[in-house]
């Protein structure tokens, strides 16, 4: 074991999340930069050159996703680290790109003083993961390299001018026919180090934290339909307005969650009215019931409190209910011995962590079906993301950059 | 006074019905015929042929209204009936038609049966009620009629491609600019015959209702702001989530008409999300409120409560309140002498009828600015309407006309 401190110059890290901020640059500090656009393809590109210049090894895999590899010097699993490259619209600078930027920084660190690592070493900018330009990609890039991309995703998944997601692969000089191909069997451990995107690091006064889990998540579609009418000829008492079993249904779904306490949340975030004019009662509302809980039977429990109060609200007031699950992803725990080497790695470079859940998804979410995986999360600006406003400083870049640095280490070293 | 039976012939009652529907027919019960398209052009000159052939003297306001006189033999003001021609998108084929028709048919009636009046009887096809093409022309036909038109309106009143509606006025052959020329300032009663769109009289068992006035209505948009936030990494504490003060704004509005009692009124019909996604707490909502009362203290309750409503749960959960009062029509009184009259009509021609207030906007809340005003309500199957669903039967039709006549008779004979 090497304990001695590992160094990250900070104008590295500025430099880079600038460089990349350029390719779809939106604003004073936005981007816009959704998968296989022209500016998608120009930071790839980017990430490329710098492996390159870094000695790595370079391949970009038949999705798309970048990988620059240091080959280990013993047989074994490689040890990866990345996150993904696309943006929402518009996203901030740090959403993605700090994780890929980290990896490629931790990685030549570690390369240019320690040299050659016993298990060889991988780094990663995935192709797609926010889903803001093709709604339904459900983290492409990892997924393929989990080979959970179906053929019939290569047509059906559509951005929202109805190009095919193999249509936008073919785009940017892609073949979509070759996408088994990007499929990983080899990887052993994944690491990501990922903004935090909430406030409960700088709540708690940490740069740093490592997570040991990933929530679960469950995307209802809720159609409750009643019957429109005239807004002044039907009396109130004879009504089948569904407004209000929507309102109490938003009341209830997120008074379950405050009842059942941190880490539960749930949002409602979408809704569609019909026929959505002043002086009519609706006929139906279409809306999403976002709910989520890192801890799988709390988080059955979660649902199920939100299900039967579905049910009751429309059987109370005569409404007709339609629930549609679209997204339900499970729980990911990390694994124990991984969020214990890297708070062993944190306390050796004299960065205090905190230990904690991702309320958000992340692309390490798919990557636990093939690896052994681990987060590490640097704190946000008034817990801010999807958003030109999301911030995280240089200096808590470092202490995350140099956390990842030291867990590698103790990895592939 | 003449006593006798007024006879109506339904076959004429339904054949005009069905005329007036293929003009702008949209299946095989609903209408799609908006202000100053082609159909409601064809619709209005239908109107004219009618009146032409039942020896009225015709004219086309500059507006686009539609006018038939039958000249009375003494002086005085003009006793004028009708409703208007436009629909909703797609509406029924009662709504606005079966006034017009009424209109057509009872003058036709007294005329062939009493020969000239000693009031003027004017039969009017209005041409703009609906606002399913113009949004914000609120009453344009009646609103020119009472000299309420402002120049302005020629070009800022637009539809959805942005077409003003001096320019649709123009595209029907009509010379915007001569607006005011529609003013009249020599009728003295208008009396509109229109389907209830409500539930009261089919509760009741009554084919007539006699109205004694219109319910005064508010329309707020409510804009509550918060913060958006992503829906898994903000805790649901520290959330500044709008939509939970929506919901409970919805209940509140709902529950304060509920506790005033019939006949208040509150829906909301529209909501706008933002940024409307699944996974994110909403930045803001904006909604409408539509409010009524026919009574004008109570009005006046009604709308104190709402108020104080949004304020207090705006504060109360640390949102942003913006509130726009965006429609505000004052009560209309009916003429209580026309109440009688109409009353005393309808029960000389053996119809029994209610006597109710107007829970919709009409045409007639614009004309009692100018003349006395009641209105004559026809009973709706299910209380529908707005909808190609919407239906009145032609025996209530002919008892609704019979009552109109009769009043008529009773005003100018």
Known sequence: ????????????????LRTLAG??????????????????????????????EAGLEVRRDAVGNVWGRFEGSEP?????????????????WFDGALGVVSAFLAVKALAER???PRRTLEVVSLCEEEASRFHSAQFWGSRAITGEVRERDLSDVRDADGVTIGEAMAAVGLDPTRYREAR?????????LHIEQGPRLEEAGYSVGIVDGITGIRHYVIELGGRSDHAGARPMIGRRDPMPGVAEIVLGAIGNALAMGAPAVTTVGRMAVEPNIPAAVPDRVIFTVDARHPDPAQQERLFASHESMFARVAAERGLDLATRVVLDLPPAPCDPGLVETFEAAAAEQGVPTMRMHSGAAHDTQRMSKIA?????????????????????????????????????RRLAY
């Open 184 to 192: 990983r069997d080899d990887v052993d451990v994944f690491v990501e």
């Open 76 to 92: 074994g699993g490689v040890v990866a680290t990345g996150s993904h490259i696309d943006s929402q619209t518009p996203g901030g």
């Open 114 to 116: 320690y040299g050659q």
């Open 372 to 408: 052994r995986t681990v987060m590490v999360f640097v704190r946000s600006k008034d817990g801010r993301s999807h958003t030109p406003d999301e911030f995280t400083s240089t200096r808590d870049a470092v202490d995350g950059i140099r956390v990842l640095a030291a867990g590698l």
């Open 23 to 52: 390719f779809g640059g939106y604003g004073e500090s936005g981007v816009w930069r959704v998968a296989y656009s022209p500016e998608w393809l120009a930071a790839q590109e980017q990430v490329e050159t710098w492996c390159s």
């Open 1 to 16: 074991m090497l304990d001695d401190q590992i160094g990250i110059d900070p104008g590295a890290v500025e430099e880079a």
